[in-house]
Each structure stands twice: as structure tokens, then as C-alpha cells.
């Protein structure tokens, strides 16, 4: 005969998760009773499988053919139900994430289900999904140290993450306005409901891979409702960025850990869906990548059958677990507040906004020729009959000059002879392609493996830049509505520098020119906050590795922008609403959009600048 269950809480965890994997697993288990707070949702939901309602959880509690109790009561009072259920001689409680959102409250709960032999489980379904079996074998057989984390969970989950979002978000009851989030105490709060609520869904994962919290470098409130956190923790850097903005996207719920040379990327379904479980790609140091498919179980049927073990006895209650892990999500909950109201000084390590690089060291009639390039035309290829008039000199050999000799065939331009090499302001030479039209010149720097901000001072000049390139027009609706930018990048451990250069370049890209807030870095690591001129905040996470060299970019937000850099090439993403579209490949070389981009005037030395500075400024080492 199934075991009973009634479930406390009506909201969407009951309809589109319990309720649906319960019906999966009717021999096991059967919905007899559900509990709304007076709200009257509970009688649809019980109507579906013949189920008592009430607006009551006593009721519910005293309930005798309830033997499992499923808590998805808002967060701040699961410690009191499932003391209540214990009370009541339940057997097992399935309790949604968090168990408890104060120490004390963790303890109380773990020590009374221990006390009456009470099976316990926890809803984080990320830990139970078998993807994570996958992830945790290929950690231990590699038995690599794990060098950073980053967790972009994104856009569009349901509305409501409880019974009643916004009252739990607000910290009482219904408002006729939303809380005024600049008020950092209210923006904690928010920003600590979130991580015990939303984020708490992958704390366990964190946990498992990086179980001690060492600080807290950086925690904001993200719009509409979201948040980003960056921490250190067992020494690895880890950088959280989750945001709900009730429409949009499909939701985006990624991890990526970089564990010694490899780099695994685990992609969960979307919240409060029953698709199987997650992809897991492992991707080798020697460029071998591995996919581990989706399997047809998915994380809530996991965890029930996991329930369903420790009833049956065949599997043990792991309370030391169970507390340890709701611990942890209470230590990250209020570390993250603490930051919030408190947050620490700004680092040292600031760059210039892009109008003020831009006019540093440079005449004033120089930065208006680099205002007055409108983007549009950036975007118009050159005619044909005046790109005739146009007369190129090149390096007289190497990979530049074999480049740009195909790019200025394929305009046309006319081969003019070589370029003389430029002088820099600290004495070194430097390739140069040099347009000449009229008697006048027009420089573009071949692809700058490294560059000296300040050798740049003065110069206007199209940057041949593979890596970075200007967004596509499709992509640029993602840049503007952007609540927030997380970029990854593994850098090759032999030329780090251009790599880290080009993913705060692209950083700049989605964001506008940035300023840096906090920095956080390791031997081989580093991570940042920045705040962007566009407003939506920047984290930026690289890892030096052996193994491919990657940058990866995302924007959070109703429209959400993908881009994946490699060696060769780059993809971009645009996910809407409507779906995903995967851009096509540009065809159009480096060089020869550097060209283009010449002949109609535009000048990058403004942004070469800001991204070479703020590398430079990221990678200097405190000095001791």
C-alpha cells in the first residue's frame, strides 16, 4: 500500500514538482492531504489525485493517514513545521530548501528528527540529480584540487519561489509598493533571502567541492530581483549570479568548476520542470571532451526515492549531512548580507571610464574625431568605387602582412608598399597597416599580442582584435538589457596576459566601460566585480590552465546573450522568449573588418586602452 503524503504549502513547489513526481511514483507513495495558508489553492491541487485540502497545517498534522510531510511552507517557517510533524509522530519529513534559515533553528530540526528516528531529506534536487554522480567521480578519480566555481543560474524562473515571494522577500506582509532596495538594510534582507532560498538550491555542490568558507569578497542586489556573490572558499574562488526577471529567456542554470587543468560544465533543467536529469561536459587538458548525456530520472524523482530508501531502511539518514549542508547555506546566507550593508572598501584597482581614458594624454579635436564614428556605420561594408581610391602599405613580412595582404584583396584596397614602423613612446617598434587615401592616414594595429597602455597615448588606430570584435546588431538588445554580465575565461598558462585582456574587453562589450570594485586572486586565479557604465554589474572569473583556452560571456536578463571565444573562433547565442537563435559564424576575417572599419573611420585605441589598463591593474600583486 503507497506511504501518505501531505504537503504544507500550496505554491508552485507543491503543484509542478511534488505533486507531479508523486503521481510518477504511485506504487510508492500517494497524496492524501494538502495544506494551503488560507490562500484556497491547496482544494486544486488536492482535486487532481483525490487528495484531502485545508487551510491548516494542524489539520493536515493531524491527519492520520499522512505518514510523509512535505514542507513548502515560505522559508521562515519550515523550522516550525517540521518540528511540528516530528511532534505529530510523523515518519518522514521532505522538507524544501532551506531547513531552516537561522544555526539554531538547523540544530533544533536535525536533533529532534534524530531523537524519534525521523527520515529526513532536503529539496535540493541538484544534489540527487545523477548528473552530479558523474561530476563527483570524475573529481575523485582526477583528484585534482578544484581552482574556482562559477554559477551563473539565470533568468525566468516562476514569479514565486514560496507560497508568498513577495511577502517572504519583503519580510512581512503584502505591500503596496515594492521595498525600497536602496536602503542597504533592506537590500540585504533581500539579498539574504535569496541565497537561502534560491541560490541554497546548489549550496550541497558547493559544499562538496568547497566546504570552508574562507571570505566573502563581494555581494549585490541585482534588478528586478536577483543577486550576485563572490566569495573564496577552501581557497578556491567561487562567483554566484542568479536573477529572476518573470519573463523572457528559457532559464539558464549552469555551473562550471575548474578542477586542475580540466574544466566541467553541468547544465540543469529549468526550475520546476521534469526533463531528466543534467548534462555534464568534462573537457580535458589535452582539448578530449567528454558528454555525459541526460538521463530520463530527474533530481525530485532522485531525492523521493532517496526518501523512500531511508524508510525502507536500505539507506541511512545522513543527519550530520543534512546539517552541515543547511549550515553552510545559512553561513553563506548571512555572509552575503553582511556585505551587502557593509560592503568593503572600494580596491585600489580603479580604471577610468571609457570618456576619460579616451581624452587622457589626448587633444581635444582627437577625441571628438572618436566620438563623431557613429556605430552604425561601423556596421556598413565599404563601396566598392571609393574603397578603389584607398592605397594600403603593409609589414614587409610575417603573419600580419600575409593577413592583410588577403583582406585588402578581398575589399579591394591597392597595395601600396610597406608601412614604416612606428616608434612607441617607450622606444620599441611596432607593426602597423597603414590606409592612405587623399594624403591621409589611417592606422591598424595587427592583432596585439601585448601592448603598454601608456605607448598607446595619442594614437588613433583600428585594432585588428579576433577575440573581440563589435557585437553583431542581434546581440546588442542583450547588451542593453542586461541586469547583469558574468564572463569565464581560462587563460593558456604560457601568454595569459592577451586572454585576460580580451575577457575584460569583453566584459566591456556587454557592459560599457568598467570600474573595478573588488578583486579577489590566487596563484593562478582571479575574480572581480565591476561595475558598468550601462549599470548592469560585471564578475569576471579566469583561471590559468593547460588545457584550452576559452571565454566564455553571458548576459542576465529578459534577452539572454551566450558567447563561447575559442582559438577558433567565436559563437554567440541570443535566447528570447520566443526561443534561441544560434548566430551564424562571421566570415568576415579579423583583418578585414579591422580594414573595413578603417576606411569608415572608427578608432578602438580608447577601449585597447581601458581593457590593457584594467589587465594590468587586475594581475598587480599587493606588495608586502
Request: hydrophobic share 45%; net charge negative.
Amino acid at each position: 500500500m503507497p506511504t501518505g503524503v501531505g504537503i504544507i504549502g500550496a505554491g508552485p513547489g507543491a503543484w509542478a514538482l511534488h505533486a507531479p513526481t508523486l503521481a510518477r511514483l504511485g506504487r510508492r507513495f500517494a497524496l492524501v492531504h494538502v495544506a494551503d495558508g488560507g490562500s484556497g489553492r491547496a482544494e486544486a491541487i488536492a482535486a487532481r489525485s483525490g487528495a484531502r485540502a485545508s487551510s491548516d497545517a494542524a489539520e493536515l498534522l493531524g491527519d492520520p493517514g499522512v505518514d510523509v510531510v512535505v514542507i513548502a511552507s515560505p522559508p521562515e517557517r519550515h523550522a516550525a513545521h517540521a518540528l511540528a510533524a516530528v511532534s505529530a509522530g510523523k515518519r518522514a519529513i521532505l522538507c524544501e530548501k532551506p531547513l531552516a534559515t537561522t544555526h539554531d533553528d538547523v540544530d533544533a530540526v536535525v536533533a529532534a528528527c534524530r531523537s524519534a528516528g525521523v527520515a529526513l531529506v532536503v529539496g535540493t534536487h541538484h544534489l540527487h540529480d545523477p548528473a552530479w554522480a558523474h561530476v563527483r567521480h570524475h573529481l575523485t578519480a582526477r583528484g585534482a584540487a578544484i581552482r574556482d566555481i562559477s554559477l551563473p543560474p539565470n533568468d525566468r524562473y516562476h514569479a514565486a519561489v514560496s507560497e508568498a515571494p513577495l511577502r517572504a522577500l519583503c519580510g512581512g506582509a503584502p505591500r503596496s509598493t515594492p521595498p525600497d532596495a536602496a536602503d542597504p538594510r533592506v537590500a540585504a534582507d533581500i539579498v539574504r533571502r535569496l541565497v537561502g532560498g534560491l541560490c541554497v538550491h546548489d549550496v550541497p555542490l558547493l559544499r562538496d567541492l568547497a566546504p570552508a568558507l574562507d571570505r566573502m569578497a563581494f555581494a549585490r542586489l541585482l534588478p528586478p530581483v536577483g543577486c550576485a556573490l563572490g566569495f573564496v572558499a577552501s581557497g578556491a574562488l567561487v562567483q554566484i549570479g542568479a536573477a529572476m526577471t518573470g519573463g523572457g529567456a528559457e532559464a539558464l542554470w549552469h555551473m562550471s568548476i575548474g578542477a586542475g587543468d580540466d574544466r566541467i560544465d553541468i547544465d540543469f533543467p529549468p526550475a520546476f520542470v521534469h526533463d531528466g536529469s543534467a548534462t555534464v561536459t568534462v573537457t580535458h587538458a589535452d582539448g578530449r571532451v567528454v558528454r555525459h548525456e541526460r538521463d530520463a530520472v530527474d533530481g525530485h524523482t532522485a531525492l523521493w526515492r532517496a526518501l523512500a530508501s531511508q524508510l525502507d531502511r536500505t539507506q541511512p539518514v545522513e543527519y550530520d549531512e543534512i546539517a552541515a549542508d543547511a549550515h553552510h547555506g545559512v553561513l553563506l546566507a548571512d555572509a552575503a548580507a553582511r556585505a551587502v550593508r557593509t560592503p568593503p572598501a572600494r580596491t585600489e584597482r580603479e580604471v577610468p571610464a571609457r570618456d576619460e581614458v579616451a581624452r587622457d594624454e589626448v587633444a581635444p579635436d582627437e577625441v571628438a574625431r572618436d566620438e563623431a564614428v557613429p556605430d552604425e556605420a561601423v556596421r556598413e561594408s565599404v563601396d566598392p568605387s571609393p574603397g578603389a581610391s584607398w592605397r594600403i602599405a603593409l609589414p614587409t613580412a610575417g603573419d600580419a602582412a600575409d593577413r592583410f595582404r588577403v583582406a585588402a584583396a578581398e575589399l579591394p584596397l591597392t597595395i601600396a608598399g610597406s608601412a614604416t614602423a612606428s616608434t612607441t613612446a617607450s622606444g620599441t617598434r611596432a607593426e602597423r597597416v597603414v590606409l592612405v587615401r587623399d594624403g591621409e592616414e589611417t592606422v591598424v594595429l595587427p592583432e596585439p599580442a601585448g601592448v603598454d597602455a601608456a605607448q598607446l597615448a595619442g594614437l588613433h588606430a583600428v585594432v585588428e582584435r579576433a577575440r573581440v570584435r563589435p557585437l553583431p546588431e542581434a546581440a546588442e538588445r542583450a547588451a542593453r538589457e542586461a541586469v547583469a554580465v558574468v564572463v569565464e575565461a581560462a587563460l593558456p598558462v604560457s601568454d595569459p596576459a592577451p586572454w585576460l585582456r580580451d575577457a575584460v574587453g569583453w566584459c566591456r562589450l556587454l557592459a560599457g566601460p568598467l570600474t573595478a570594485s573588488a578583486v579577489e586572486a590566487t596563484a593562478t586565479s582571479l575574480m572581480a566585480a565591476f561595475d558598468g557604465a550601462t549599470g548592469a554589474p560585471v564578475t569576471l572569473i579566469a583561471t590559468e590552465t593547460a588545457g584550452p583556452s576559452r571565454i566564455t560571456a553571458r548576459t542576465l536578463g529578459p534577452v539572454r546573450l551566450e558567447a563561447v571565444v575559442q582559438t577558433d573562433g567565436t559563437a554567440i547565442r541570443i535566447a528570447t522568449a520566443e526561443g534561441e537563435l544560434l548566430l551564424p559564424p562571421r566570415r568576415e576575417s579579423a583583418a578585414r573588418e579591422a580594414l573595413r572599419r578603417a576606411a569608415q573611420g572608427a578608432d578602438d585605441i580608447a577601449d585597447l586602452r581601458h581593457d590593457e589598463r584594467l589587465r594590468a591593474q587586475l594581475t598587480e600583486r599587493p606588495s608586502t
